[in-house]
């Protein structure tokens, strides 16, 4: 099994999934050092969950497997922040830690996703029951109507499942665990519950 080492930022109920692009706002010193670090070393950068509320003392715990990225965008600010954006690469399981100060590098392994790519007609099926299922939540919060046009899309994205999951807002462990999930079809299971759960409480 070959590893690498991963600088991780930690921040509550922000996940990063595979083919997704991510905003950041850059500005606590040690995050700065964490972005530098990044851009020096390959410019990835992992994502580290952790549920709202925390109140323990230090860095806050962090998952067992995190989704990972490469920075496509830096805008410096003349104070030192940074915007950042990032583009959701895959998973990464952390084998050890090997930094915690003044910001976690861990040494993690790559995990491979099955892609939306030549599927079964019954999981076509069923991506598409997700967007239907999608697209009523979405509707339902007062969404725009070019933002429901662009849905139909994720029947072609190479993550659909990861891409209505980083759209709708729902309890951490279940998100964490579709983001753990590699297999399409199990992911997709997972994701449907939810949001079958979400259109009964409309």
Do not use: W
């Not at 952790?50 to 806050?60: A, C, E, F, R, T």
């Not at 583009?87 to 399981?93: F, I, P, R, S, W």
């Amino acid at each position: 099994m070959s590893t690498f080492p991963l600088p991780l930022f930690p921040l509550p109920d922000v996940f990063l999934f595979p083919g997704m692009f991510l905003p950041l706002h850059i500005f606590e010193p040690r995050y700065r050092m964490l972005l530098d670090f990044c851009l020096e070393n390959g410019g990835e950068m992992g994502m580290a969950p952790y549920p709202k509320g925390y109140l323990g003392n230090g860095l806050p715990p962090i998952p067992e497997v995190v989704g990972f990225g490469h920075i496509i965008q830096k805008e410096s600010l003349p104070d030192g922040r940074s915007n950042i954006i990032l583009e959701g690469l895959g998973t990464a399981e952390i084998v050890s830690l090997t930094s915690t100060e003044p910001f976690y590098i861990a040494q993690v392994s790559k995990r491979e996703h099955q892609r939306n790519k030549n599927v079964s007609e019954e999981l076509k099926e069923k991506i598409e029951e997700l967007l239907v299922l999608t697209k009523r939540i979405l509707l339902a919060e007062g969404a725009e109507e070019d933002l429901i046009l662009k849905m139909n899309q994720i029947l072609v994205h190479p993550f659909p499942v990861d891409f209505i999951a980083s759209l709708i807002y729902f309890d951490f462990k279940t998100k964490q665990t579709i983001l753990e999930t590699t297999n399409l079809e199990i992911k997709a299971n997972l994701l449907k519950q939810v949001l079958m759960g979400l259109n009964l409480g409309e």
